[in-house]
């Protein structure tokens, strides 16, 4: 036996040796060829004549928009007035589109808007832009670099709430729609613009009742577009070219009120354990056991193909083995938090309630914690996971509200639509690589998912690192140029929609 040790040993060396060499040559095969996603940019058309400026008067009609206060608080607590203002001046703001003959306006639910945009071609499906009136309360005013509602222009930057959730896309679509129409042109497919005034707080009673109105009529849209993710600078590891991120699917959500209610009483004589103390343990157990990582089992492992050939090297490598790194990956993506929602279910406690006095012992304590759902995950994983961390009886999960994560819409080059808005995006953004991938908050098309199975979520702005905290937070703003990028985008979309949607497969088109 110790005779044939220095045999073995060279044999198990050699055995390993062998193996690192053949996975190293498959890594570097694989690496150099990967397939890219890509396709050059059609020709570029901001050039052309009919671009649509971000002169004075439009900027002015944007500035007016972000000044209307149009807050959603809760479920069903809005700002029904400032809703109501915004409303009718929608309508002063725009007349040829409110005007027009081929135009019909339905206001839906009190306040949501619905256009339909009749075409020439009658056999063509429709198609649907939405957005949303109302934007989320203000925080820290006082940190502010312009008053939230004010709509300031400063250093070539539009200040206030809604600048980029979503009051430039909904103006921004109503600008290239009026441009359009003005110049006597009717699109030869139907088109929809449909904004919901509760976007905000789930949308149940805006884009709720607009889905259940198209519903009614019938109506199958071809495919619909809706805020999302954006065109990301520096957002991607590894990635230095722009990146336009569209949303295929959206993550699901699950809020739940944590309970835990205890004798309370004097504060002189405590008990071991207060309700405080056990929910607090209960929370602390959530945050430091975060839902597995699940990175590269969704459509976020398809991001990572689609830019591999264009990364730089060590991520290429990485990007084009996932079947080898995907652990390192999901590893790096966990990292940030903004890479770290594409990972996995995530969990953020939203609100900590408990105590009425200083020396009163409180009998009851409360959170809530509100998780979005990665896409191959479920609402009944998510809550399954939470009882084991908190394993403890005396907190009681109630389910607030839930959905589960969408269906994945189609992309890439058999899907025309996904293909048409690449197209688009490429046109307004020329050196930009085009992605699919997921959205990680969530949006009103969760409304319309019988609608239409060609749902994607995009925003045509580019948004660096630093501006992801002004969703929702403090400083929100858009840059004129990023504001010009978006009515050109809506604009061209509009255009690139009267060409024939066609399915090229085995040799034969199909209209949709
Ligand atoms: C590897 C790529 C990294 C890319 C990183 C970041 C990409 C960030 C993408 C999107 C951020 C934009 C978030 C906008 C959210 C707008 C929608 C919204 O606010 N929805 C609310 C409404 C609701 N009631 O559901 C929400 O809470 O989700
Ligand atoms: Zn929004
Ligand atoms: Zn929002």
Redesign the pocket.
């Known amino acids: 036996m110790w005779a044939n040790l220095p045999r073995i040993l060279t044999l198990v060396v050699r055995g390993f040796v062998l193996t690192l060499a053949v996975l190293t040559a498959v890594v570097v095969i694989r690496t150099v060829t990967f397939p890219s996603y890509q396709t050059s940019p059609p020709e570029c058309k901001t050039t052309d004549p009919d671009f649509i400026p971000a002169d004075e008067e439009r900027l002015a009609r944007f500035t007016s928009a972000i000044q209307f206060q149009t807050v959603s608080y809760e479920r069903g607590v809005g700002t029904p007035q400032e809703l109501a203002k915004f409303v009718r001046f929608i309508q002063k703001s725009f007349p040829t589109v409110h005007s027009s003959p081929m135009v019909r306006r339905d206001v839906v639910g009190n306040y949501s808007l619905l256009y339909r945009v009749e075409g020439s071609d009658a056999s063509l499906q429709p198609y649907m832009l939405a957005s949303h009136l109302d934007v989320?309360p203000i925080t820290e005013e006082a940190n502010w670099e312009a008053p939230p509602f004010s709509g300031q222009l400063k250093d070539g930057y539009i200040y206030g709430r809604g600048t980029i959730?979503?009051k430039h896309s909904l103006m921004g679509s109503l600008e290239a729609l009026e441009f359009l129409l003005s110049r006597r042109h009717q699109p030869k497919r139907t088109l929809y613009l449909a904004f919901g005034h509760d976007?905000?707080?789930?949308?149940h009673f805006g884009a709720k009742v607009i889905g259940d109105v198209l519903t009614q009529r019938g109506e199958k849209i071809a495919f619909i577009l809706d805020?999302?993710?954006?065109v990301?600078d520096g957002?991607?590891?590894g990635v230095s070219k722009l990146?336009a991120?569209v949303s295929v699917a959206e993550k699901g959500?699950l809020q739940l009120r944590l309970e835990v209610n205890e004798e309370g009483g004097h504060a002189s004589m405590p008990r071991s354990e207060s309700a405080i103390g056990i929910l607090s343990k209960a929370i602390s157990k959530l945050e430091d056991n975060p839902h597995p990582n699940m990175f590269g089992t969704g459509p976020?492992a398809r991001?990572m193909e689609y830019v591999a050939t264009e990364m730089t090297l060590p991520y290429r490598i990485l990007a084009s083995n996932l079947w080898l790194f995907s652990p390192l990956v999901a590893w790096v993506?966990s990292r940030k938090p903004?890479?770290n929602?594409?990972a996995r279910t995530t969990t953020a406690l939203t609100r900590f309630n408990a105590g009425v006095k200083d020396n009163v012992i409180s009998p009851e304590a409360v959170a809530v914690i509100?998780h979005?759902i990665h896409p191959m995950s479920s609402v009944e994983e998510v809550m399954e996971f939470d009882r084991k961390v908190i394993n403890d009886p005396r907190v009681k999960l109630n389910v607030i509200n839930n959905r589960p994560p969408s269906p994945t819409s189609p992309y890439g080059k058999d899907s025309p639509t996904y293909m048409m808005l690449q197209e688009t995006i490429q046109q307004i953004y020329p050196d930009a690589l085009v992605t699919p991938?997921f959205?990680?908050?969530?949006?009103d098309t969760r409304h319309y998912l019988n609608l239409s199975s060609a749902i994607y979520r995009f925003?045509p702005y580019v948004?660096t690192p630093s501006d992801?905290p002004r969703?929702?937070g403090v400083n929100e703003r858009i840059s004129v140029q990023n504001y010009e990028r978006v009515m050109n985008f809506y604009y061209h979309l509009i255009v690139n929609m009267d060409k024939p949607l066609e399915l090229k497969r085995h040799g034969h088109e199909d209209e949709l």
Do not use: K
């Not at 959205?439 to 949006?443: D, E, R, S």
């Open positions: 989320v959730d979503a976007e905000e707080t789930g949308g805020e999302g993710s954006p990301g957002l991607a590891p990146l991120l959500f976020e991001m993506y903004q890479t929602a594409f509100d979005r991938t959205m990680v908050a969530n949006t925003n948004m992801l969703f929702h």
